[in-house]
C-alpha cells in the first residue's frame, strides 16, 4: 500500500491538511464543474432522496449534492473531525446528519439509502474493495453508488510521486471492484481542472453502478487488512512516523504544480 493509503496515517494527515483545504489546496484539484458534471452520474433527481456521502470531508462535494436534495435527507461521514468541523461552518450544510466513521466499516443497516456517493476518499482507503462492497450494502436495490477518484499517472515521475503518497488506480481497476461487488449498469465519465493538459492521460474518473438486488455484496472478503485500535507499539509508531512524514513530503510536491499550471492557464486564457 501507498505510505497515506492508511487510516491512521490519513486521519494525521488530515488534521494538518484541514487547516487550510478549502481555501489551499481543493480549488486547485476539485472544482464545481468537475463536480457538476461527475454528480450527474447519480441521478440526484429527487429532493426527497436518502444520500450518504462518504468520505465527505469538508463538505465540498456535499455542497454540490444538496443543490438538488434536501439537507435533511443527506449524511455525511468522514473519518476526520477535524474535515466535518470545516463541514459544520457552512450554512448550506447544516441540517446534513454528520457522522464520523469507517468507510471500509460502514455504521449503517443494508438497503438504507437511494444514492451513495463518495469523492477525493478511495485514494485513502487500504481495501477499496471492501469499501465498494460496503457502497452495494448500504444502498437500496435500484439505489446508484458513484465513486470519484484520481487515475494513475502515465509519467513515471509523477506515477512515483502519486504511488508513494496514495492510491491512484487504473480505469480497469475501478471497473472490476465495481463489478465484482456486484453492480450493474456501470456507467464513468472523465473529468479534470482546467489547469490539466494530458491528453493521453485522463485526470479522474467518476463511475457509478446500479445496485441490482436486497442484501449484501456477493463478494465474499476475507477479514479486515487494518484495525484502527491495535496498540501503538514502538515498531508501529516508527513505521507510522515513517509513512506519515514521507507520504506527505510526496504530496505537498502536488501543491505548487497545480498552483503553477493554475495561474499558466489563466494567463494563457488573458492572452487570447
Known sequence: MRLIQHKKEAYWFYRFVSLGYDDYINPFFWNESMRAEALELAQLDRQDLQVVDVGAGSGFTTEGIVEKVNAQSVTMLDQSPHQLGNANKKSALHDCQKLQGDAEDLPFPTDTFDRYVSAGSIEYWPEPQRAIAEAYRVIKPGGIALIIGPLQRRNSLARWLSNTWMLFPT?????RWYKQAGFSNIQKVYVAPNWYQDETNQYAIAIAGVKPAAGE???KLEPK??????????????AFSYRFVVGTVAGAFFVPIAMYRTLQEKLQRLRR
Not at 225 to 236: N, S
Open 171 to 175: 480505469d480497469d481497476e475501478y471497473t
Open 217 to 219: 455484496s456477493p463478494i
Open 225 to 238: 487488512q487494518e484495525d484502527v485500535g491495535e496498540a501503538m507499539t514502538p515498531a508501529r509508531w516508527l
